[in-house]
């Protein structure tokens, strides 16, 4: 039966971690983009598979369907976007977006 997870590029009974963001605590904030990849390369972290790096356009938006990239058995999540260089806007908090894929939401409902 379905476990509540997706097992990626992860060997079964095997525990795997791919990142996406950082936050620094001895500073209190979260790392720019090339900070963050420079940590995961020195630490010798998987990161997320990055899908776009560039100008946002609303042609992303489809990004967030279709199979997922590190298991093509399974339907995407989504994705994260984020700007290479951390801002906060007073009006929205921490510039950062999540777009969840309407093939993985409909997935979960079947689940509920």
Same mark, same amino acid.
């Given at each position: 039966?379905?476990?509540?997870?997706?097992?990626?590029?992860?060997?079964?009974?095997?525990?795997?971690?791919?990142?996406?963001?950082?936050?620094?605590?001895?500073?209190?904030?979260?790392?720019?983009?090339?900070?963050?990849?420079?940590?995961?390369? *020195?630490? =010798?972290?998987?990161?997320? @598979?990055?899908?776009? %790096?560039?100008?946002? /356009?609303?042609?992303? +938006?489809? $990004?967030?369907?279709?199979?997922?990239?590190?298991?093509?058995?399974?339907? *995407?999540? =989504?994705?994260?976007?984020? @700007?290479?260089?951390? %801002?906060?806007?007073? /009006?929205?908090?921490? +510039?950062? $977006?999540?777009?969840?894929?309407?093939?993985?939401?409909?997935?979960?409902?079947?689940?509920?």
């Amino acid at each position: 039966g379905y476990t509540g997870r997706f097992a990626y590029d992860v060997p079964k009974g095997d525990v795997g971690l791919r990142l996406f963001d950082a936050f620094d605590l001895s500073r209190g904030v979260y790392l720019d983009d090339e900070a963050f990849c420079g940590v995961c390369e *020195k630490l =010798g972290l998987a990161q997320a @598979p990055v899908l776009h %790096r560039g100008a946002w /356009s609303a042609d992303l +938006v489809e $990004l967030a369907e279709g199979p997922a990239v590190l298991n093509a058995g399974h339907v *995407k999540e =989504g994705w994260v976007a984020r @700007p290479l260089v951390e %801002r906060f806007d007073e /009006s929205v908090g921490r +510039v950062i $977006l999540k777009m969840r894929g309407q093939g993985y939401l409909l997935k979960e409902g079947d689940r509920a």
